[in-house]
């Protein structure tokens, strides 16, 4: 089944502690993106990667870093220099960039 | 900078009433994109809009695309149960997309 795996669905960290979202993907699509979602808020973009090995910065990037290694994946982290880091996190890709989307399941972040 | 608004924010109908969410894009935009998000899921892509005056239907659903490419509307006719959920626009401008906040849409049976 072709798809994009977001995990885990449910993730607790302490303050101050850097934490890791996992997203991958199988569709073969070139584009990736990360978002962030909070009640009322919509869906703002973290960063998000055209091709491998590239990626830019989107509306709220502080506090947060990527990697794109491999087209099937792309990794968030979030820092402890993120001030608000409580959040539901999607992940999503496209064949080409600001394509028609794909999104993953989603990983609700809480951090106490 | 591109900015993209959505109204109603909230929306209560009667099951079978229909139901508009209306998107509005500061800047010229070269496509619009609408996304459905039904309540704990994540959003699933309906459609995209590139024309200027497009129109487009999909059953009950139909996607309109202003004649400036600046605004957009998608409009429910007859809603039923499964129609819960919140709707975004997308808006595509310069090289990126801009989501709209969304309409949560909420059915009275």
């Known amino acids: 089944d072709g798809g994009i795996t977001q995990s885990p669905k449910y993730l607790f960290r302490k303050e101050g502690q850097n934490v890791t979202l996992s997203c991958e993907q199988n569709l073969n699509h070139d584009a990736m993106y990360w978002y962030r979602q909070d009640p009322g808020q919509g869906l703002r973009l973290i960063y998000y990667?055209?091709?491998?090995?590239?990626?830019q910065k989107g509306d709220i990037a502080e506090g947060y870093s990527v990697s794109r290694e491999k087209k099937e994946s792309f990794p968030l982290t979030v820092t402890s220099a993120q001030k608000n880091p409580t959040a539901f996190y999607l992940c999503a890709s496209s064949i080409v960039a600001h394509s028609e989307a794909f999104f993953g399941q989603g990983t609700r972040l809480t951090v106490v | 900078g591109q900015q993209v608004m959505q109204i109603p924010q909230y929306q209560h109908v009667q099951e079978g009433e229909d139901f508009t969410t209306y998107c509005n894009s500061s800047t010229t935009l070269s496509n619009i994109q609408w996304y459905k998000q039904r309540p704990g899921g994540h959003p699933v892509f309906l459609i995209q809009l590139v024309k200027s005056g497009e129109v487009k239907k999909q059953k009950r659903l139909t996607f309109q695309f202003g004649e400036a490419k600046k605004n957009s509307s998608l409009h429910i006719t007859a809603t039923q149960t499964t129609d819960v959920g919140t709707y975004f626009c997308a808006g595509r401008g310069d090289d990126k997309i801009i989501f709209g906040k969304g309409t949560r849409l909420h059915i009275l049976p």
């Open positions: 990667s055209q091709i491998v090995n590239d990626f």
